[in-house]
């Protein structure tokens, strides 16, 4: 995880990029991010996270345990998600 504070003219912004691989228990990145957005309680943030989780509210055509524990954790520290539907993959596999 990385986060990066920008002062604009009217207020603060963090900006935090995080990424938790399948293998990894995303639950101890979420108390990450949760602990760095506590931290910053005045401040707008904006999260970029590919947490390896899948939901049909960002466009999977399932969830999966992990989709619904990150659907949790945006529900229960009132988060919005800002992905549109027909916006491109970030990643495409090169399967033959």
Known sequence: MVALKIQTSSYPLTIISVY????QDVHTTLQEIKEVISSLPEEKVIIGADLNG???LWDY???DNRGNDI???I???NLNIINKPDAPPT???NRL
Do not use: E, M, V
């Not at 938790?20 to 293998?23: I, L, V």
């Open 20 to 23: 938790s691989s399948p293998a």
């Open 54 to 56: 899948h939901n049909t």
């Open 61 to 63: 055509r399932s969830n």
């Open 71 to 73: 659907l949790d954790f």
């Open 75 to 77: 529900l229960a520290n």
């Open 91 to 93: 990643y495409a596999p």
